[in-house]
């Protein structure tokens, strides 16, 4: 079982003692029901409850979209061939079918730092009484009445306050107190490229997560798609990197602000490994590197207890490889 699987698309097939199963998946993506404004016009559908018709009433809906299809955009399936027929789904393929688009919180982390366009709100009262929001101009500068200019650019939105106060009271010395506080973040507009289902640009606020951004991007294409090596690029420089099994199976996510023009990219799918039979998990699994134990494979794909035997089949460099384990 600690031998090297070696190679792209192993099938590891889990059996008991005398029989070795192979279950084989296969999918049929279901055709959404798209109709011109033709056919609804045929059908007596008048123009004031066409789709676009709130749009001509200067009005429009803000609710998510739910999988309907705008004129002129093709469905994945129509997009994205599947690249072989009777492949189980990649372990983590149902990951953006969660609401990280429409259940997002339009709040800001503590890690947030303070960029050009944000809000900031400023109160003083005892010696003097002032009240003022203030927008971060193009400098990173606020302009505070009777203070002068304070350079808050990249500072945390947790040391703000503190940070701003100490600026006041070499001004306001004595009997003043102070608080600040960020109201709004200006929004970013966040490349997404790579194995994703729809390339593009789409807007966010800087702490929004990465699931937030790619499930906005149609979320990965799992044919071709990594979901173990996602970068963030900042002017052509790697400021974070993302293993998805991170999250799925242990819940860590890391905190990351993002900045406007940051590109998001998800990179081609590594070597795979194809598990069925008697596991819970009978997933595609990827991996980082070109080799893998039997102990990994067995931690993402949770075999049964009454498991005795371990099947694994695929091709090598020198050709066709068969080999059964003993647990």
């Not at 011109?36 to 803000?62: F, I, R």
């Not at 997002?104 to 960029?115: C, F, H, P, Q, S």
């Not at 002032?130 to 505070?144: A, C, K, P, Y």
């Not at 800087?206 to 499930?215: E, G, V």
Request: a neutral charge; glycine letters at 8%.
């Amino acid at each position: 079982m600690n031998k090297a699987i070696k190679k792209h698309c192993y099938k590891l097939l889990i059996g008991l003692l005398a029989t070795v199963q192979l279950w084989v998946f296969s999918a049929t993506a279901a055709e959404p029901n798209q109709m011109s404004l033709t056919n609804l016009q045929s059908m007596g559908t008048t123009q004031t409850t066409l789709p676009n018709a709130s749009l001509e009433n200067g009005s429009y809906s803000k609710a998510p979209r739910d999988g309907i299809m705008l004129p002129g955009e093709m469905t994945a399936a129509e997009l994205l061939p599947v690249s072989e027929i009777g492949l189980p789904p990649p372990f983590g393929a149902n990951l953006f079918a969660g609401g990280y688009e429409s259940e997002r919180i339009d709040g800001l982390n503590e890690d947030y730092t303070i960029a050009p366009g944000d809000k900031v709100s400023i109160w003083l009262w005892g010696a003097i009484n002032q009240s003022e929001v203030i927008t971060v101009d193009n400098q990173g500068n606020l302009f505070i009445t009777n203070v002068g200019s304070v350079y808050v650019a990249d500072v945390k939105a947790s040391q703000l306050n503190n940070f701003v106060s100490q600026k006041i009271k070499q001004v306001y010395k004595n009997s003043v107190e102070i608080y600040v506080n960020l109201l709004t973040a200006t929004p970013v507009s966040v490349y997404i490229s790579g194995s994703v289902i729809r390339p593009g640009q789409y807007a966010g606020i800087a702490s929004d997560s990465i699931l937030y951004y790619l499930k906005r991007a149609g979320g990965i294409d799992s044919e071709r798609g990594s979901y173990r090596s996602i970068k963030v690029l900042r002017q052509n420089e790697v400021v974070q990197e993302i293993d998805l099994y991170d999250f799925m199976l242990k819940g860590y996510l890391p905190k990351f602000n993002f900045k406007d023009n940051d590109v998001i990219l998800v990179e081609r799918q590594k070597a795979t490994v194809v598990v069925s039979g008697s596991v819970r998990n009978p997933f595609r699994f990827e991996f980082t590197g070109n080799q893998a134990n039997g102990q990994q494979l067995a931690k993402f794909a949770l075999p049964l207890a009454k498991v005795s035997h371990v099947g694994i089949v695929g091709d090598r460099n020198d050709g066709y490889f068969f080999r059964i384990f003993t647990l």
